[in-house]
């Protein structure tokens, strides 16, 4: 029984959106910000389910930091949770004691990013795609595309670079090469991979199958970002539009669009 009856004549009664990628930053990361601010954002903006990233201070890489962040999410959140068990170069043994009734998945840096999780060691990379037993969600850029890169346009223009390089140093191959080689090692091992963010049109071809989305094993996802802006935006925006991935050029921004709109 409830005590109020809400007259929605003429609005549209929708389902509670599932938000599986937010970065709460707590703990340790408070000062941008935390589970009941960003929760409470959630809940406003209609979402009622979230995960959460790995990438806080500690990291979720350890049992008992997976367990503080689930109790602190049940203490803060005002919406469902779950959240990401990171993976590093050396912890794919913990997998096997994970609860898949409260971990959504494995988060895997393929590329650097913020907390420094990258991982980046070929052994390593073979048992976590062999032996994670769920999905895993990755992060994909090349780290040796993104050092060569930084070192060509240095040589060319010096350190000081203008933020209209990031998209060029984090460029589309380098995003190409570590999705392609997600999906190579998924393929293989026959793991559910999951990527994070595309940001060009080349990674879509990587997605090409047509199955159901029930029956598929690799699927991707695009950020709002990546849909609104493209990489002659950076004259007007700076810095305020700089993250990894990066935006790409305006045309990968209309493959994501089609591709979103053709379930890709």
Known sequence: PCDETIDASGCYLLPGA????????????????????????????????IMDMPNTNPQTT???????????LAEKSSVNFSCYFGATNNNY????????????????????STGNMLVDKKDSLERIFGEAGMLIAIHAEKEEVIR?????????????L?????????????????????????TRLGSRLHILHLSTEKEL?????????SEKKITGEVCV???????G???QFGNRIKWNPSIKTIEDRTALREAVNNNT
């Not at 380098?174 to 090692?185: D, F, G, P, R, T």
Request: hydrophobic share 35%; with cysteine; aromatic share 8%.
């Open 148 to 160: 060569r890169n930084i070192q060509y346009y240095t040589n060319l223009h010096g350190e000081d």
């Open 18 to 49: 599932i938000d599986e990628h937010v970065h709460f930053r707590d703990p340790g990361l408070t000062h941008k910000a935390d589970i009941t601010t960003e929760s409470h954002a959630a809940a406003a903006g209609g979402v009622t389910s």
């Open 93 to 112: 043994p913990l997998f096997s004691q994970l609860d898949k009734n409260r971990v959504c998945g494995v988060k895997l840096f393929m590329g650097s």
């Open 62 to 72: 350890t049992l008992e930091a997976l367990n503080d962040k689930l109790a602190l």
């Open 233 to 235: 935006d950076y004259a």
């Open 205 to 213: 071809s990587l997605l090409g199958n047509r199955l159901p989305l």
């Open 162 to 186: 203008d933020i209209s390089f990031h998209s060029k140093i984090r460029s589309e191959e380098a995003c190409y090469q570590c999705s392609a080689e997600a999906v190579e090692l998924a």
């Open 225 to 231: 970002h990546h849909l609104w802006f493209h990489d």
